[in-house]
């Protein structure tokens, strides 16, 4: 299953709710990772967008909580609104709260973003040996986010394959490729050695640096030409 919550609101639509969080990670002397506060809200909203997206999911708004102090606020706010603009989402309103009262040692952001769904749209998946897959992206943590940025997908391009009919999109977070793929389908069980691909598939991928495809075989061409040397095939045996 998916990190969200979908909630019906209406005969034909559903609200989707996901949600992110980073600890430890910003401008503080305590911070872990240390990197500007646009590029931790950025990373943040791409997981939670990505999360939304792949469900189905079109984003109306995202609330930010900020535990880093008054002052990060209106950078924290731009890197929201660059994840925005690469998704062509500029009109979506950002709200939110700081936590003014008390000085914390470490940063933190908390960050929800809200989507409507069509109730028309599957919300399971069955699996099938007539399925390829593939990996858009490639598995980064902390770190190696900033080192190897050229690595990580573009949100655009998650847009343009997000908007393709009858492929399965799937982000893959902190608990790795093989986690997110025992999710993807309610009728079949991955193990690390059914997988053949040169990416790490037990890796963490952090802030959401990558994501799986599955697909029929006559959109795999389309599918390369659209992620270019983001494309990672898996084969599953």
């Known amino acids: 299953m998916r990190d969200i919550i979908t909630i019906p609101i209406t005969s034909t639509e559903s609200l989707i709710i996901a949600s992110d969080n980073s600890g430890g990670i910003g401008m503080k002397t305590e911070d872990h990772v240390q990197v500007s506060y646009e590029t931790v809200a950025y990373y943040s909203f791409r997981v939670a967008a990505m999360e939304c997206m792949a469900a189905g999911g079109v984003p ?11 002052n990060t606020w209106s950078e ?10 690469e998704l062509n989402l500029e009109n979506v309103p950002i709200t939110g709260s700081t936590e003014s009262n008390f000085h914390l040692q470490q940063s933190a952001v908390g ?7 069509s109730l028309s749209k599957k919300s399971e998946n069955i699996f099938s040996n007539h399925l390829m897959f593939a990996v858009i992206g490639s598995p980064l943590v902390g770190n190696e986010v900033l080192d190897h940025a050229n690595q990580v997908v573009p949100l655009s391009v998650f847009r343009e394959v997000n ?15 093989l ?4 999710q993807m389908f309610t009728n079949k069980e991955f ?6 691909t040169k990416l790490d ?37």
Request: include cysteine; charged fraction near 25%.
């Open 60 to 70: 109306f708004s995202v609330v930010l909580h900020n535990f880093c102090g008054d």
């Open 76 to 85: 924290l706010v731009k890197g929201i609104q660059k994840g925005l603009a």
């Open 111 to 117: 960050l929800i973003v809200l989507g409507k769904r």
């Open 163 to 177: 908007k393709l009919e009858e492929i399965i999109v799937w982000p893959v977070g902190s608990k790795g490729i």
């Open 179 to 182: 986690y997110e793929l025992n």
């Open 191 to 196: 193990t690390k050695e059914m997988l053949h």
């Open 201 to 237: 598939v037990i890796k963490s991928s952090g802030p959401a640096t990558c994501f799986i495809i599955a697909f029929e075989q006559d959109q795999e061409e389309k599918l390369k030409k659209i992620a270019a040397g983001f494309y990672h095939f898996i084969t599953v045996k």
